[in-house]
């Protein structure tokens, strides 16, 4: 049975802000969560929805105002649960007056490696992120997904169990995209557990095993995707050519909708609608069937219906 | 020896930043007087030399300890490499005193390097050494541990306050030091126990950079025993000390939003 590598009890952090601090803005309300080893794991929400607070509390950055966190077992502020993480923070910025090569270097001395092995690990992880051409290039000359590049060879270098990525995909091309997926999958591979905050919905369903849904601090859905939403028929999407919208409507009836794109027409029924029967109508009324398409409810329908309410985002949160 | 590898990185930030480059300016300036005081100067050449010497080092010195000083932990936090550093086993006392440590061997290779130019202009005026000259050296020394306590208080600022105001607040310190004793003495002769006091507690609690002003002396060739040299050096480095453990108390309590 899978250990549990990230546990938090209670965990709570509220900021205070204004001149005097008195202001009190709860960034994250009793966190309880655990993620077991070997899983990777997505912690999803809009801004503001405290997952940066989450990943600075497990990274020991800022304290909790309640509750506590561990990492295998170990508490957040010990050295000897940090020697076991690897840690990308969001839009990384590393010391720009460093090459690739001396930055990792750097980094890789504060985990003790002894000179050949240093050098060893550098070199594998320069050429692991493809990096490893611009090694001898300072930092300040990178691109923003060159520098998230080397955050992840940074991140991993310490051959880390537990892996904490904030955005990782964010500045890199499609290509780059795809790349860190792999180099995700890959870790998985490896027996490392992963957790990772995105906005980007497609990784989770691509990447994730469970996730985690925070909004306004709170957790508001976890588990795995099938778990989390109904992956039955939805809808079904009919698009058509040769017929009026205005005719469709008659045909379709009132629980359809019909939007106009030049010369085609779209039709959304609900998946208890009588299909066969409106097409055979359509067909009649001399229209061209295109497609017909069943749609399954998504990761975004699910995302926006828990969190996607204009009410729910009105009011600006403290920092995420 | 993760404090010698963040002390390193931090020197290496330094030199690539440009420190050093004030060396130049230094170099210049004592080449530029060796040369005018050797033509136009009767009287005693050295000790113009000695003084202008090692009175550039000290502001020197002091205006890198404090302009570097308060950006040494401020800029990790405002550029957020603190967030992948300390995510790594390096405990947050020893990320402090790697980059104290880093600074003070900057300062120290600069003020090594500038001694070397005083030597040199002497040699160049007075193609000879004196004995006494050693004490030159000894300055030196004091001259870096002076640099080392400005570090600490620039240090222990910027773990908790903007680059603006801790600059502000690191000059006001260092100013005040100055006058120390003056301070101490004016308290002594007022009659309100108030100012006693609080001139008294100013006097002990406030860095006493008194301690550290031989430069005129040196120059002048005067005798310094060696009880006013180590009470400085003690002096220097326990202050320094104080302050080094009081930013770490702060920076381990502190949140990196």
New interface residues.
Partial sequence: MPQVAIRTEGLSKT?RTGFWKTKPVLALDDLNLEVLENEIFGCLGPNGAGKSTTL?LL?????PTAGRAEILGKSVFS??A??H?????E?????E??TAE?FLA??G????FAKAELKSRVDHFLKLTDVFHVRKLQLRKFSKGMLQRV?IA??IL?DPKVV?LDEPMSGLDPIGRREVRNLILQLKREGKTIFFSTHILNDVETLCDRIAILNRGKIIGSGTLNELFDQEVSRVEVVISGIPADRLRELAGTEASVSETGSTSRLELPAEARVSTIVAGIEQASGRIISINPVRQTMEDYFLKLVGKPERRATPRS?D | MKVLHIARNTFRECVRDKVLYNLVIFAVLIIVSSLILGAITIGDVKQIIINLGLSTISLFGTLIAIFIGIQLVHKEIDKKTVYSLLSKPVARHEFILGKYLGLSMTLAVNVCVMVLGVFAAILYLRHSFQVSDVQILLAGVLILIELMLVIAIALLFSTFSTPALSALFAFCLYAIGHFNTDIREYGLSSDSWVTKVVASAMYYLLPNFGNFNIISRTAHGQFISTQIYLFAAVYGLIYSLGLLLFAMWIFQKRDFK
């Fill in positions: 900021y600075k990274m020991s950055l800022i304290y050295l000897e940090r020697r993480i690897g840690y990308l923070p839009s990384p910025y590393f010391y007056y460093l001396e750097y980094y001395s504060l985990f003790g955050g940074q991140a310490g904490f920092r």
